[in-house]
């Protein structure tokens, strides 16, 4: 007779949808210089990171990718009104 009690724990459940925001994310933030593909990059972190936070009990990975996901919009905004402003300003 075993007298070890063996702890069994149930496997952690992968959120693919978590990590593909999180990806994006950072590979949004990665490729802010090149023009189109930042955009699309982190509008996708942040849908796929508010869809995964309302299906998954750990939310680590989703606001990972919802926060890399805003940085990168908003990285392309201050460039487009820093590119403006310079261009009205005469420089």
């Known amino acids: 007779m075993e007298t070890k009690h063996e ?12 990590i593909a925001s999180m990806v ?3 590979v949004g933030l990665v490729l802010v ?7 699309i990059l982190a ?4 849908v796929f ?4 936070m309302n299906r998954s009990v750990k939310k680590g990975f ?4 919802v926060v890399t996901g805003f ?3 908003g990285l ?8 403006f402003g310079f261009a009205n300003s005469g420089y």
């Open 43 to 46: 509008i996708l972190a942040v």
């Open 7 to 18: 702890q069994q724990t149930a496997p952690e459940q992968v959120n693919g949808l978590a």
């Open 71 to 73: 940085i990168t919009l």
């Open 24 to 26: 994006l994310g950072i």
């Open 62 to 65: 989703s606001i990972t990718g």
């Open 33 to 39: 210089i090149i023009p189109i593909i930042p955009y």
């Open 76 to 83: 392309k905004i201050l460039f487009w009104v820093l590119v």
């Open 49 to 52: 990171g508010f869809i995964s």
